[in-house]
């Protein structure tokens, strides 16, 4: 599997890049200019214009240097949006909800005129919410030991949001240093309530609980088809990541912290023995021996409260952590696909789904790595480029010279599907004036 490939070494992505975050002011002119890719952004955020006032009353912020945050940016059109992005340089760009009106008019409306009535349902999974469950890094670290975390989230949400919802239009996108966001850009999805987005987002937690509460999963005695396909893709990971690449069952402590997910005082003090043996097992046999007891002790009739320990423990250590806030509010902002973190120079690259556990954070492309992409192709090509002529087919588009383009093209991919929908309805809008 790709994830035992990847996780053989244990570098942080801090480790690995040669970025400066004292280059940000002098290469984000050059990452605006030429390789963010503000086409296919305004495709996707005007969704075919088939609500005209869609992208205008689209809410934007960006953060500037020394955190100067502005909110309620907003823009007529590609172009306009293109010159401010350019002139200000952002640091980091929020996307907003759609509102009643335009949000740089916000002080001209009535507070209570001026409302959000639409934003494509999101869901941030952050690395941070899973500390307790890694020993190889914490807080904002990363490593390739603990990214599966990260697979397995968009593994079992991408199916369950597919399957479960009906949802089509799914954009996965790296945070640029700790974590993951999802887009869904489905009409239905931009539609909810905030009632309606709560709901989904706790059908899809299982992992409940602060600091205080040791035992997070806590599954009903009849489990939903959901939580059994969960259970499947968790399986799949769970060996390599929790016994090999975080030591489960390897030392006393990680042995206590399993130990007390067990809610039966007998069946633990049986585990504990069983498990305290001085012997050469291996963390894996181990853990064989843990799922035999536990299932021989139900088979007796024994530990009722235990039934589906084995799951429990599995999406303990693995099943995705939802920041639910994120997700309920229709006004919260969510950092922009294509943004750089200011604190890796990471781009915040789109992921296809289907090729999750290729998807290497180690390898992201930051941007002090582009743009010398960028002057080592013109180097080696400069008699048919010139930075400042429009893209043709003497001249390619600058994102195709670096290590971007890959993500750009699943990036693309993702429009021209939704392209497909919406289309259908100018269609729609077109027959229904020509019957007028």
Request: hydrophobic share 30%; with cysteine; proline share 5%.
């Amino acid at each position: 599997m790709a994830t035992e490939v990847q996780n053989q070494n244990n570098v942080s992505v801090d480790e690995k890049s040669t970025y400066s975050q004292d280059e940000l002011p002098d290469l984000l002119p050059v990452y605006y200019r030429r390789l963010f890719p503000y086409a296919l952004y305004y495709r996707w955020l005007n969704y075919g214009g088939v609500t005209k006032s869609y992208f205008h009353n689209r809410e934007f912020s960006f953060t500037l240097k020394d955190d100067i945050y502005i909110r309620y940016q907003s823009f007529a059109d590609q172009q306009e949006m293109e010159k401010e992005i350019q002139k200000r340089c952002p640091y980091k760009i929020d996307i907003g909800a759609v509102f009643t009106h335009k949000p740089k008019d916000h002080k001209t409306v009535k507070a209570t005129a001026f409302q959000a009535q639409e934003k494509e349902l999101v869901f941030d999974i952050d690395m941070t919410d899973y500390d307790e469950v890694r020993t190889c890094c914490q807080g904002a670290d990363i490593c390739n030991k603990c990214w599966p975390l990260m697979t397995i989230a968009i593994k079992v949400m991408d199916t369950a949001l597919r399957d479960d919802f009906g949802f089509e239009h799914l954009l996965w996108v790296y945070s640029g240093r700790r974590g993951v966001h999802c887009w869904i850009a489905d009409e239905s999805a931009r539609k909810l309530s905030q009632a309606a987005r709560t709901a989904v987002a706790e059908y899809l937690s299982l992992v409940k609980g602060g600091e205080n509460q040791t035992k997070k999963v806590n599954l009903p005695q009849q489990l939903h088809p959901s939580i059994e396909r969960a259970q499947g893709i968790v399986e799949e990971y769970f060996k390599q990541y929790a016994l090999i690449n975080q030591g489960l069952l390897g030392s006393k402590e990680e042995r206590d912290k399993l130990l007390s997910l067990v809610p039966d005082e007998k069946l633990k003090e049986i585990l504990d023995e069983e498990l305290s043996k001085p012997d050469k097992r291996t963390p894996e046999q181990k853990w064989e021996r843990f799922k035999n007891w536990v299932t021989s002790e139900l088979n007796r009739g024994h530990a009722a409260k235990c039934k589906h320990l084995v799951t429990e423990v599995m999406f303990q250590y693995c099943y995705p952590r939802l920041d639910v806030n994120v997700s309920t509010g229709v006004n919260h902002l969510l950092k922009s696909p294509f943004c750089i973190h200011p604190k890796t120079g990471r781009v915040c690259v789109p992921i296809d789904p289907n090729n999750a556990d290729d998807f290497d954070p180690m390898i992201v492309p930051d941007i002090s790595q582009l743009c010398r992409e960028i002057d080592e192709y013109d180097r080696t090509h400069s008699a048919t480029n010139d930075e400042n002529q429009p893209p043709n087919k003497k001249r390619l588009s600058d994102y195709k010279k670096t290590s971007m383009r890959l993500s750009v093209e699943v990036f693309e991919r993702f429009v021209t599907n939704l392209e497909k929908t919406w289309k259908g309805k100018l269609l729609e809008q077109s027959d229904q004036k020509m019957e007028l």
